[in-house]
């Protein structure tokens, strides 16, 4: 959770009663920043951790940098562990978006499902993600789209209610919403995988 005046006129805490203009902005940043945070993470730094685990690392023609650039040395098919470096990095995406802990502690079977359905949303998201920071080759394009899927998804809950710890909530509501993404989620996830059998066009340079 955020620190400071964002995190407090979001949340409601440190006695902050702000307009409703004032939270829809602090809403707003706060999903960009977790866009720049998170897509630094998983698709610069981990996306190329599990590029070199896998054989596709600055040695062997990639190159990605926490400035947010990714590069190939030549055109033609994507480099063969690229795919599983998608995989792998979407994947922990996933999996750290939930705790079974907070599962456990709801205990009901509403949260268990969405302690079950939160890392597929999240890993689908992530690896279509992955996908287009290797087409776009920028960490800004990246954060962008992240931040403004967040302000879709989250936004509206974050201006009314405030910050939550977890997304195992218990609540139908929440359920019914986090299922719908996993399903509007899975064609673009389709789509991102196609991209990997198919030529690039050539290196990406700086964003």
């Given amino acids: 959770e955020p620190a400071g005046a964002v995190g407090d006129a979001v949340s409601g805490g440190a006695g902050v009663a702000p307009g409703l203009t004032f939270r829809v902005a602090a809403v707003a940043l706060l999903c960009l920043f977790t866009g720049v945070f998170e897509e630094g993470v998983f698709r610069v730094l981990a996306l190329d951790a599990f590029a070199l685990a896998f054989g596709t690392g600055r040695r062997n023609g990639y190159d990605a940098t926490v400035s947010g650039s990714i590069a190939f040395k030549s055109a033609g098919p994507w480099p063969r562990g690229m795919l599983k470096a998608a995989i792998a990095s979407s994947a922990l995406f996933g999996i750290l978006h939930v705790s079974a802990v907070d599962a456990a502690a709801a205990g009901s079977a509403v949260a268990w499902a969405q302690f079950a359905l939160k890392p597929v949303q999240a890993g689908l998201f992530g690896f279509f993600m992955a996908a287009l920071f290797m087409r776009t080759g920028s960490l800004w394009t990246v954060a962008g789209v992240h931040g403004l899927f967040n302000l879709m998804y989250t936004g509206p809950v974050l201006v009314t209610s405030g910050l939550s710890s ?35 066009e050539g290196s990406c340079g700086p964003p």
């Fill in 166 to 200: 977890t997304y195992v909530t218990g609540s139908p509501a929440d359920l019914a919403l986090l299922a719908t993404t996993v399903l509007l989620l899975i064609p673009p996830a389709l789509a991102a995988a196609h991209t990997f059998g198919s030529p690039r």
